[in-house]
């Protein structure tokens, strides 16, 4: 037999005997050392009735050869190819085909097209390759494909969605001919996936995408990091754990962390540090928040009291600091602790200077400048200037009389009573507790609680997603529910949030509300338009005839810099004007589409005051505190609170069914006392058309003016999730449990 000399060996070399005694030290230092020197850094230490004992030189496992880098900080972290997870490159999620997207519906058979993904709608029709296929798989596995989906057998089940090893014969007859072919089917996860990875539209990409959803990364569980970093440890948790706890949690873990006494001299700045600034995220009311949520999913109020308590920590003085509306998502109990922060950064020696529309920061000031008196062209002066208490001495001051009590939104004298329920069995998305919550139909419910509270997580994460689900056909994915009870009393629900009405100059108030099609159809009725044979399509900018071609409608041209932002000139051809001069010489009561499109609600109510079609929708923007905006005004200039009223407007000039439930989330952002006010009052009209309005609301005059309350809480993070108190403001605010019942109740003292 042969020896293998390539063939590694393990040889072992007594090098030295030890009797452990007084004064072997240096002989044993010795003895290791050139123990350590012969065999690379390992040594073994043989104990006589004893265990023996491994010593190793090297960053690795003498035991299964697994090693790993030096520790440093890289290595924790996930935008590092060092510490990121290898499979998911430290996203700690993938985008994946969902059954339930692709197969919404599986009460229907395949025949009644129960898969909607793209490239497989054809399978209804016989003379497709997709329904060949499943054809011929339906012979192979003796199914049909004329019962509802959900019906199929695990096995089926499988074939058709993940595939099978087996070769089936396909029998197409197209165009060029009729075969046969032996076919594998790869299922249909897979074919889909094939066809996402090989499509070049983006637009097609775009629509797969909509059939996909973000699930945790196989390998590292959603963790972000490699194994190796993730068994580094600090009193038992590793670092991903340590920034998933609530910041609450995170301060009590680090107060409570015992060391040894060098674990103590090593990191006792860092801890320091990082107490510090966990300290200054409790100040400013995040302490229901964790580190490791991603910053795409924070409110804009909440990443700017992060930004806040980045200022504190830098304890610089002498700096202006400015801030618009901080106290944006925070309830009143919150509030109180951004105040404070405020106060702080003051007294440090710095100037604070706050655009707000909170009664409390407002009377917590040491000076307030009024501008207005009204909005837009009405506005852009100073009104009032000083102190709360001379604002409200100043009778030019609207702010003043609201602060004062002399103008204020009042509490209804009666609330109204529940048409119906719909009922959400079993909640038990992020940290909401297995909770079940009655809605009450044809009523004005307000959902309140502190921050973190849950108040997201029920109605936008579950109510929303199931309602658009069955009543809109939307492709959504709710949160974990059980069931939700009483659906059939509705016939579509309306969200109405701070989305942009559209992502580019061309959309505008005009557009969105439907306004500018009556608009244009009025100018091409007129003698000049008829004259010409001139259509309504004459009178769009967005497509060619009567817009200015130099800039495609758009009134303003895009010139694209390197390394520069791109710069915006208005059209040297129309001015800005967006037609071209023939489209401009049509008038209608001696303006042109462009005068029209430049006037404000409040100057177009009094133009087209006697075409009552056109009157009605101009109206509802004027009614909702939109009088100042300009119909052509480009989407992309307007305010989130603004495009929120539009879609208000928009939906309030709709012809009411009576069965629509509206969900708005904190519609009062970046409105004033006045502007409240008549949103309270267009809230309260869609109510009485018989329609259900659920509103998330930290803002006070709007809670009082509910006609129920559901108050979450009672802390936020994990200290909430359940159903502090629920019924009328009335009825909350008599909850020594409820926070909010506790503010609802001062409010309603101090109006009556």
């Known amino acids: ?36 020197k012969l065999a690379d850094g390992l040594a073994f230490v043989e104990v006589v009735d004893g265990t023996p004992m491994t010593f190793s030189q090297n960053f690795s496992c003498p035991d299964c050869g697994i090693s790993i880098d030096e520790i440093e900080p890289r290595s924790f972290s996930f935008n590092n190819p060092f510490g990121a997870c290898p499979t998911c490159f430290g996203l700690g999620y993938k985008m994946e085909f ?24 054809s399978c209804t029709d016989e003379g497709s390759f997709t329904r060949a296929i499943l054809n011929a798989l339906a012979e192979e596995f003796h199914f049909t494909l004329d019962v509802p989906f959900e019906s199929y057998s695990k096995e089926i089940h499988d074939i058709l ?81 340590v920034t998933n706890l609530s910041i609450r949690d995170l301060a009590s ?63 610089l003085v002498g700096v202006a600091y400015i801030l618009d509306e901080p106290s944006i998502g925070l309830h009143q109990r919150d509030n109180d602790k951004l105040l404070g922060t405020l106060k702080h950064l003051r007294d440090l020696g710095n100037s604070v200077i706050v655009v707000e529309h909170d009664e409390d920061t407002m009377r917590a000031a040491d000076y307030v400048v009024d501008i207005g008196p009204g909005a ?45 329920w719909l009922t959400v069995v079993g909640a038990k998305e992020n940290n909401l507790k297995n909770i079940t919550v009655k809605f009450p139909k044809g009523v004005f419910t307000c959902v309140t ?32 529910y059980k069931e939700i009870k009483g659906i059939e009393q509705f016939d579509k629900v309306i969200n109405i949030d701070q989305s942009p009405i559209g992502r580019t100059p061309r959309s505008n108030p005009a557009t969105y509300t ?127 609170g603004e495009a929120q009223r539009i879609k208000l407007a928009t939906e309030l000039s709709r012809k009411s069914t009576g069965k629509t439930i509206y969900i708005l989330d904190e519609p009062t952002t970046g409105l004033h006392f006045a502007d409240v006010h008549k949103l309270t009052e267009m809230l309260q009209k869609l109510v009485e058309n018989g329609n259900t309005v659920i509103v998330i609301e930290h803002n006070l005059d709007v809670i009082k003016t509910a006609d129920y309350i559901i108050d979450m809480g009672p802390e936020g993070g994990d200290g909430g999730g359940t159903v502090v108190a629920q019924g009328t403001p009335e009825e909350v605010a008599e909850c020594p449990q409820s926070y909010t019942g506790y503010y609802v109740k001062r409010v309603i003292a101090h109006d009556i």
């Not at 074919?191 to 390998?219: D, L, Q």
């Not at 009104?383 to 001495?393: C, H, I, P, Q, S």
């Not at 929303?464 to 709710?478: D, E, G, H, M, S």
Request: hydrophobic residues 35%; proline residues 3%; glycine residues 10%.
């Open 449 to 480: 609680g502190v921050s973190g509270s849950g108040k997201s997580s029920l109605v936008n994460s579950i109510l929303y997603q199931v309602l658009a689900k069955q009543l809109n056909r939307a492709r959504t994915i709710p949160g974990a």
């Open 98 to 121: 969902d059954e339930q997207l692709m197969i919404p519906d599986q009460s229907l058979s395949i025949d009644q097209g129960a898969i909607i993904v793209p490239g497989w709608q």
């Open 514 to 640: 439907g306004v500018f099609d009556m608009i244009r159809d009025l100018f091409a009725s007129t003698v000049d338009a008829k004259t010409r044979g001139y259509n309504k399509g004459r009178f769009s900018f967005n497509v060619k005839g009567g817009r200015c071609e130099a800039c495609s409608g758009d009134g303003i041209v895009k010139i694209e810099m390197h390394f520069l932002p791109d710069v915006y000139v208005p059209c040297e051809v129309c001015k800005g004007k967006r037609y071209n001069r023939e489209t401009l010489e049509v008038k209608y009561k001696g303006k042109s589409i462009y005068d029209v499109l430049n006037m404000t609600v409040e100057e177009a109510l009094t133009f087209f005051e006697n075409v009552p079609s056109i009157y009605r929708k101009i109206e509802t923007l004027y009614q909702v505190g939109l009088s100042y905006i300009r119909l052509g005004q480009p989407s992309t200039t307007l305010s989130g």
């Open 253 to 315: 873990f680090l107060s409570n962390l015992t060391l040894t006494t060098t674990q103590q001299l090593i990191g006792e700045q860092i801890l320091k540090e990082i107490r510090a600034r966990v300290q200054f995220l409790i100040d400013v009311g995040l302490d229901y928040l964790c580190l490791s949520r991603a910053t795409g999913t924070l409110s804009g109020g909440e990443a700017q009291r992060i930004r806040l308590a980045t200022q504190i920590g830098s304890g």
């Open 161 to 241: 969605i993940n595939g099978t090893n087996k070769s089936v014969k396909v029998r197409y007859k197209g165009q060029r001919g009729e075969g046969v072919y032996d076919i594998v089917f790869e299922g249909l996860i897979k074919n889909v996936e094939r066809r996402y990875r090989e499509t070049g539209s983006e637009t097609i990409k775009a629509e797969y995408e909509t059939f996909m959803r973000i699930t945790p990364c196989s390998t590292c569980k959603g963790m972000r990091l490699k194994r190796e970093s993730l068994a580094v440890t600090v009193a038992d948790k590793n670092i991903y754990e």
């Open 376 to 420: 837009g062209e009405h506005g852009g002066q100073v009104v009032a200037a000083g102190t709360a208490e001379e604002l409200m001495k100043n009778p030019a001051s609207i702010t003043g009389k609201y602060l004062s009590g002399e103008l204020k939104i009042p509490v209804p004298n009666t609330r109204r009573e529940p048409q119906g």
């Open 1 to 36: 037999m042969t020896e293998d000399r390539n063939r590694k060996r393990n040889i072992d070399i007594v090098v030295e005997r030890h009797v452990i005694e007084e004064g072997i030290e240096k002989r044993l230092a010795d003895s290791l050392e050139n123990v350590l």
